[in-house]
């Protein structure tokens, strides 16, 4: 479907958060992403009404077309927007063309606490899951809403910000993410500094010469041109100097943030930050100690046991349990789908086992797995259990995920303790089936007695 608008701004016009609203609309119809981004960005129009809504009880039909004609939704959010009954009729008509969810709505904070500030709607999305009798009943769970944030204790402040945090609203309309669409901005600006700098060094060496030239010209006798000559010559230096002090200053905080980014575990982020600290090819930048030491540290020279992400194991939602098992021969996961079996040198995916297979189906037609790793926790980062809903699971919040464990290594050649060995399966008829945790082949099953109330488990 073809949109007149990239975007319907829906704001109080009160202030910040009508300062706010055509700010942002300024700054998204005028952005031009990076180049190095590969997104060709369109010409944006983002729809802002500009005038009051009178007294009637309705939406007007040019808000209505314009709701209509627009791909996404930017909400303006405060404390003030959850008391307009226009704001919120201007949300419910958008989410009732996506199927009242909240697919393509985007939330700017300017002001207030965000329970208070985001409309009821965005708080939730509503699942549709299957409860203990086999019906399909919808539930509501808590989400938190894409949304960016310029609360500030004034409204100079909070503009301010505005420069920066409006990158997160402008990523998802391009497609891409914030992170690396912001770090794109930052060497853009740095290259448009640089430039500047690049530039003025220029101007005034191309001066120096013309003021050589012209002592040459009169013999050198003119001692007025002379002076100014070793003036421009002192400023020539000034300005290098400087440049100098700029690019080793850049360098050093460009180290400091890899430093940071290392004790959090972000590993690959630290190695790109120590890297961009080093001159290029062609580049006049120093070469600073930190930043070698923070690059070579990073890259495991001083400590063996470093280790850099080799394998990604894909799954179809949010990861709930993982170890070595196995003897460390192969990685077992668990997420709401079913039962992964890897292959720990390679990753390749051995086997899956779900709920949906006929050697666990249930008699009662509505079937859960529930799995037990026999495992010796003693080892760090060798085993991962959520213990939350599954439902409330995010990449960015988890545990283990984007995280490097730099103080554990496993070798799949030697058993070692803490890789654990078989898997114990359940199904909700209570029926365990025990699971070889290298290969995922069935060892046996042991059917629930009929007069059975527990079930114990035992290697």
């Given at each position: 479907m073809e949109y007149k608008y990239k975007a319907f701004i829906s704001y109080r016009h009160i202030e910040p958060d009508m300062q706010a609203a055509e700010k942002l609309q300024k700054l998204l119809e005028a952005y031009k992403p990076p180049k190095s981004l590969g997104v060709k960005k369109e010409n944006w129009r983002i729809f802002r009404d500009v005038s009051e809504l009178q007294s009637s009880s309705d939406l007007s039909e040019i808000?209505?077309?314009?709701?209509?004609?627009?791909?996404?939704?930017?909400?303006?959010?405060?404390?003030?927007?959850?008391e307009s009954k226009w704001c919120l009729q201007e949300l419910t008509r958008f989410r009732e063309l996506h199927d009242n969810k909240n697919t393509n709505i985007i939330t700017l904070l300017v002001n207030g606490d965000p329970r208070e500030s985001f409309p009821e709607e965005l708080t939730y999305a509503e699942v549709t899951t299957t409860n203990e009798k086999g019906e399909e009943v919808t539930v509501k769970v808590d989400v938190e809403p894409l949304a960016a944030n310029i609360v500030a204790d004034n409204i100079k402040d909070s503009m301010k910000k505005l420069n920066t945090e409006y990158l997160r609203i402008a990523a998802p309309l391009l497609g891409c993410d914030f992170n690396d669409l912001y770090q794109r901005e930052k060497r853009r600006e740095a290259a448009r500094r640089r430039r500047i700098f690049g530039g003025v060094s220029g101007i005034l060496s191309l001066i120096s010469i013309?003021?050589?030239?012209?002592?040459?010209?009169?013999?050198?006798?003119?001692?007025?041109?002379?002076?100014?000559?070793?003036?421009?010559?002192?400023?020539?230096?000034?300005?290098?100097?400087?440049?100098?002090?700029?690019?080793?200053?850049?360098?050093?905080?460009?180290?400091?943030?890899s430093e940071n980014l290392y004790k959090e575990s972000s590993l690959i982020p630290a190695i790109k930050k120590a890297v961009a600290a080093l001159p290029s090819e062609g580049e006049e930048k120093p070469v600073l100690p930190e930043a070698e030491y923070a690059l070579s540290r990073e890259l495991g020279m001083f400590r063996h046991t470093q280790m850099v992400p080799q394998l990604s194991l894909k799954h179809d939602c949010a990861v709930e349990q993982l170890s070595f098992m196995g003897g460390g021969k192969s990685v077992v996961s668990k997420d709401a789908t079913g039962v992964y079996f890897w292959d720990a040198e390679t990753g390749k995916l051995i086997k899956k086992l779900s709920a949906a297979d006929s050697e666990f189906a249930s008699a009662s037609g509505s079937n859960e797995l529930t799995a037990y790793f026999d495992v010796s926790l003693d080892k760090t980062g060798t085993y991962f259990h959520n213990a939350s809903s599954p439902s409330s699971i995010t990449y960015e919040n988890s545990s283990i995920f984007n995280k490097i464990y730099t103080n554990y290594i496993h070798s799949v050649e030697e058993d070692e303790q803490g890789t654990g060995g078989d898997v114990y399966i359940a199904n909700s008829?209570?029926?365990?089936?025990r699971i070889d945790g290298a290969t995922g082949e069935i060892k046996w099953k042991s059917p629930k007695p009929d007069n059975a109330l527990t079930i114990a488990i035992a290697s």
């Open positions: 808000i209505k077309n314009a709701i209509e004609s627009s791909e996404y939704l930017i909400v303006i959010c405060s404390p003030q927007y959850t013309i003021s050589v030239a012209s002592a040459v010209t009169i013999n050198g006798k003119n001692k007025q041109i002379q002076k100014q000559n070793d003036q421009i010559k002192e400023q020539n230096v000034e300005i290098e100097n400087k440049n100098s002090e700029l690019l080793v200053e850049n360098a050093g905080h460009l180290a400091v943030e008829d209570k029926s365990i089936w």
